[in-house]
């Protein structure tokens, strides 16, 4: 009998240690959504780390359009929907960041899910995935 208590006292001290020490990651950013019902946030071409992607391979998602590290404003609007791949003329403008010339050009954007799409078609198509804030350097947080 005491040789049952006494496990059942090890089990019970062992759980709450371990209990102690688990974390949880609660995920505190906006829902997918948007033009495109991706996550906002984010997206770096499949290949590269959150932690440290080439600014060639970012991509940020705000709901209204998706841009690159020379552009910002963009909006998206829909020309064509067929599944899950749209036909978009994206506006933008064309300076990292402040005033600058207003650009439009047509793209091709498949929605794979809330955090993965395809930019382009065939041979010329770039996938991105989605980064968590916890994965993205100093830099890139908050952006």
């Keep these: 009998m005491q040789r049952l208590q006494t496990m059942v006292l090890v089990t019970a001290v062992a759980c709450t240690l371990a209990a102690a020490h688990a974390t949880a990651s609660v995920d505190l950013s906006p829902k997918p959504g948007g033009v495109f019902l991706l996550k906002p946030g984010v997206f770096v071409t499949t290949g590269q780390t959150c932690e440290d992607p080439a600014n060639a391979g970012i991509r940020w998602y705000d709901g209204k359009g998706i841009h690159g590290t020379a552009t910002h404003a963009c909006i998206a609007t829909i020309v064509a929907k067929k599944g899950k791949r749209f036909t978009v003329d994206q506006s933008c403008v ?10 439009v050009e047509r ?3 498949t929605i794979e899910d809330a955090l993965t799409f395809v930019i382009g078609r065939g041979a010329k198509a770039t996938r991105y995935r989605y980064c968590p804030t916890y994965e993205l350097p100093a830099g890139l947080k908050g952006q």
């Design 107 to 109: 793209q091709t954007i």
């Design 94 to 103: 064309d300076t990292p960041a402040g005033e600058g010339p207003q650009r």
